[in-house]
């Protein structure tokens, strides 16, 4: 191991908040996007959605490919001069998405058309960057983002590289909004209140997020510190989490063991809460167990409220609010849940906060993701 890896840039783009001050300004004030209405297909009934551009818009428009563009436009120098540098190693840069940017792909047999998207997103960063780094796409569906923030820890750490880019991004997708009809997972309201009461589903977005970490011996003001990380699969359902939590115990076993830190020294836990029936219950209670031994309570949060689901940026954009967090010394609240769910709010360890609190200067935070298969990611980003 070559100590930490730093995150030394940290920015994001969701349907209601044009970058991260914006995003952390609308959890703070508990500021609650309106999800846009997309016509359905065929048969379909109308979707809502968090999107970034007018939903009437084609989807298929070749230039809603331009998401990558702008993620990658910030970084962009910075990958040119770490390439150009005989001193560094080649830079890295990891793709999580799931339908990608690329609407394209909707009505395809769902294995197809998740495959394609992702080969074909992985070519266009490359195309972009113009073989000034290795392109490598992470596949575990909404759990992508955090495995690539995982997984470029692990480049880090081990010595394979010092400089990788973390790039997660997500257009609405006709084809997996059907899905999660036929699920019954969307909200009904086009609203998305994780751990609420009332809860009625999930609501897609549409964003990005970018994050650049480096080694210890480059990294230069950095954000905050990818401190351990744990990656399982329960293999129990292809939809649904196991019920006991298996997958989820051991990666947030695995993270807090590669970190260091115990369960005292967790501030917040930033939760996949995706605002289903099924997922958020079940999600507060697993921690719940995990954190018995805490002696205070420890708030759960979920930023999905304002952000919408992201799927495979969902990581990303979460560890970048992760870093704010820590900058800021706060924790966010829930920003469109009303009444917290009397089963998750009879919990001993666990509370969901509605208000925003006070993070204490050495608390790191724990920020977990769940995919389709029963992937599960965790990560624990704490100071530089």
Same mark, same amino acid.
């Not at 890295?92 to 997103?121: C, F, W």
């Not at 990303?316 to 998750?344: G, H, K, R, W």
């Given at each position: ?5 730093l ?8 349907? !209601?908040?044009? *970058?991260?001050?914006?995003?952390? /300004?609308?959890? #703070?004030? &508990? ?5 846009? =209405?997309? @016509? ?10 968090f999107?970034l ?26 990958? !040119?001069?770490? *390439?150009?540098?005989?001193?560094? /190693?080649?830079? #890295?840069? &990891? ?5 990608? =940017?690329? @609407? ?16 074909d ?16 796409g ?5 759990? !992508?983002?955090?495995t690539?923030v995982?997984?470029?820890?692990s480049? #880090? ?8 880019v ?9 084809e ?39 080694s ?10 990818v ?25 947030i ?5 590669e970190?260091?830190?115990?369960v ?26 995990l ?6 309570q ?63 200067p ?23």
């Amino acid at each position: 191991m070559t100590g930490n890896a730093l995150i030394t840039y940290a920015q994001t783009r969701t349907a !209601a908040a044009p *970058n991260l001050a914006t995003l952390w /300004a609308n959890l #703070i004030s &508990l500021t609650v996007p309106t999800a846009a =209405s997309i @016509p359905g297909v065929g048969t379909d009934a109308d979707y809502r959605a968090f999107t970034l551009s007018d939903p009437g818009t084609d989807r298929a428009d070749p230039r809603y490919r331009d998401i990558w563009r702008a993620a990658l436009a910030p970084v962009l120098s910075r990958i !040119a001069e770490v *390439n150009g540098d005989p001193r560094r /190693a080649r830079p #890295i840069v &990891l793709v999580a998405t799931v339908m990608g =940017s690329r @609407p394209e792909y909707d009505r395809q047999a769902p294995a197809h058309g998740i495959k394609n998207a992702l080969a074909d997103d992985v070519a266009a960063v490359s195309e972009l960057l113009g073989h000034q780094a290795d392109v490598l796409g992470i596949g575990s569906g909404c759990a !992508a983002g955090t495995t690539a923030v995982g997984i470029a820890r692990s480049l #880090i750490t081990t010595g394979r590289a010092d400089f990788v880019v973390c790039l997660g991004a997500e257009m609405v997708s006709l084809e997996v909004l059907t899905l999660f009809t036929a699920l019954g997972g969307l909200a009904r309201e086009g609203v998305l209140r994780p751990f609420d009461e009332h809860r009625t589903g999930m609501v897609p977005g549409e964003g990005w997020g970018v994050l650049i970490l480096e080694s210890e011996r480059w990294a230069d003001r950095p954000l905050g510190a990818v401190l351990g990380y744990g990656e399982a699969s329960d293999g129990y359902d292809i939809v649904a989490p196991s019920p006991d939590g298996v997958g989820l115990s051991a990666a947030i076993g695995q993270a807090l063991a590669e970190s260091g830190r115990g369960v005292a020294d967790i501030g917040w836990i930033c939760a996949h809460g995706t605002g289903t029936r099924a997922n958020d219950a079940l999600e507060a209670q697993i921690y719940d167990g995990l954190f018995r031994r805490r002696e205070q309570q420890l708030p759960c949060v979920s930023i999905k409220g304002a952000t919408g689901h992201c799927q495979g940026a969902a990581g990303v954009i979460e560890a970048a609010v992760a870093c704010t967090s820590l900058a800021e010394a706060m924790v966010p609240p829930n920003a469109a849940a009303l009444t917290v769910d009397p089963i998750v709010a009879a919990l001993e360890r666990v509370q969901v906060p509605l208000t925003p609190s006070t993070l204490a200067p050495s608390a790191a935070v724990l920020s977990t993701s769940f995919g389709f298969g029963g992937s599960v990611s965790a990560i624990v980003i704490g100071q530089p």
